[in-house]
């Protein structure tokens, strides 16, 4: 059992830098979304997806860009990453068609951004 | 928006003794989930246990329980017979719909 997978789990990028963070999940969970964690802050919402082909933002969205070609797969784009996107990232998945269900998270992607 | 408020931002407990952590969220929902997740040192969220609004029993799963005042908008936890293995961050969590918010989290240490 997968679940949940993140890649990089590790990242330095360069201000300015683009890059894309991975999530992928084989539970066939309709619903994902991807998180940041920030010392203090708990977990914010920066985008998610209710299935293939449907986004939405979060209450973080800035900076990042999403898409859902596929159930499995929800990857996060940063255009052009900056200090204040240092941070972990953490993706989840739930539903199985049914809504307000457990979240089931990635082990979470750690970037920094100099 | 939903908010959830976790005032201690740091507890310790005596291994084997009794603890509770503090949520407090504010919604004008009325059928909504409330989780407690917790996140060791490897950084992987955990569910420890979930309590659904509409239910007035609180939640149980083994040594953790809930005390759920759905009119006071309170969400407490209960751990019982503290382990070393349970010093984590624990994160209260509100979610409708696909809309999951976190509290900021309470640092959680178990001593020998």
């Known amino acids: 059992n997968a679940g949940v997978t993140q890649t990089p789990k590790f990242q330095v990028l360069k201000t300015g830098q683009s890059m894309t963070l991975q999530c992928a999940q084989d539970?066939?969970?309709?619903?994902m979304s991807w998180y940041r964690q920030d010392p203090g802050m708990g977990l914010r919402l920066i985008h998610y997806s209710v299935g293939a082909g449907i986004t939405d933002q979060g209450e973080v969205p800035n900076g990042y860009n999403v898409s859902r070609s596929t159930t499995e797969d929800f990857p996060l784009r940063l255009l052009s990453a900056a200090p204040s996107q240092t941070s972990v990232y953490f993706c989840?998945?739930?539903?199985?068609?049914?809504?307000?269900?457990?979240?089931?998270f990635g082990q979470g992607t750690r970037l920094t951004v100099v | 928006a939903q908010t959830v408020t976790q005032s201690q931002p740091e507890m310790s407990v005596q291994e084997a003794e009794t603890v509770t952590l503090s949520c407090t969220y504010d919604?004008?929902?009325?059928?909504?989930?409330l989780f407690w997740y917790k996140q060791p040192p490897s950084r992987q969220m955990i569910l420890v246990i979930r309590q659904e609004a509409y239910k007035q029993q609180n939640a149980t799963e083994n040594r953790f329980s809930v005390n759920f005042q759905k009119a006071a908008k309170s969400f407490s936890l209960k751990i019982s017979d503290s382990q070393l293995g349970d010093t984590a961050m624990y994160f209260c969590a509100f979610m409708k719909s696909v809309d999951m918010r976190f509290g900021a989290g309470t640092r959680l240490t178990v001593k020998p």
């Open positions: 989840a998945s739930s539903g199985e068609g049914r809504m307000n269900t457990e979240a089931f």
């Open positions: 539970m066939n969970h309709e619903y």
């Open positions: 919604t004008s929902e009325s059928n909504y989930y």
